[in-house]
């Protein structure tokens, strides 16, 4: 998990408040984008990494996904509060993309939806989804997407406000993520939210 000193941690628990008021569109945008790979599916044991305020917990009972158990992990303690809050039938732990408090293989599906930006080692976060997997489970990984010009405009001027993230990825760089973690890609979808955002989102099998 990362340090209470942490810029990330710090911004989300300030934000946690007021996040899902003022990212309505985006949260309903991107988690749409995943929509067609889990709506109606049997998903097994469902692990979120970044599950912010818990709106794919909600999100996959509406759409009516079979779930057998379900873990939301955040690095940020209120996130994590507006989560039970939101989602009571759900489980809720402090923890991020680089040390999940859960055991190897335990889960048949792990989702991490807008989250890979914010990882401070990409390479070990994507392995320990792979460790969270047993062998033949899904990933379904979703974030900004850098190789659109607006998206590279955008990344610009938030690297020069000094947004508090690590990094955008391409989906062919996020593609080669996979591939050194021991997943195979099986699809990707592409879609945005508003006039800026642009998404990928990859589907892979842990292999």
């Given amino acids: 998990m990362q340090p209470s000193t942490s810029p990330v941690r ?66 940020s303690p209120e996130m994590l509060r507006a989560a039970a809050d939101k989602a009571g039938h ?36 994507v392995r320990e989804l792979r460790r969270a997997l047993h062998t033949g489970g899904r990933l379904l990984l979703l974030d900004w997407n850098r190789a659109p010009l607006r998206m590279r405009a955008l990344n610009a001027g938030m690297r020069l406000t000094r947004q508090p993230y690590r990094r955008m990825y391409s989906s062919g760089e996020m593609r080669a993520l996979l591939g050194r973690a021991g997943f195979r890609v099986l699809r990707e979808a592409r879609g945005g939210s508003g006039l ?4 990928a989102a990859l589907e892979a099998a842990a292999v």
């Fill in 90 to 125: 759900a489980r809720f732990a402090a923890g991020s993309a680089t040390a999940l408090p859960v055991a190897a293989g335990a889960f048949h599906t792990v989702v991490s939806a807008s989250t890979l930006h914010d990882w401070p080692d990409a390479d070990a976060g």
């Fill in 196 to 199: 800026v955002w642009r998404l």
């Fill in 10 to 75: 710090r911004d989300y628990d300030a934000a946690a408040a007021r996040y899902d008021l003022r990212w309505a569109r985006y949260n309903h945008d991107s988690l749409n984008l995943l929509r067609p790979w889990l709506a109606g599916q049997a998903l097994g044991r469902v692990l979120d990494v970044g599950c912010g305020t818990g709106n794919l917990a909600r999100a996959l009972y509406g759409w009516g996904a079979r779930v057998d158990a379900y873990l939301g992990v955040d690095l």
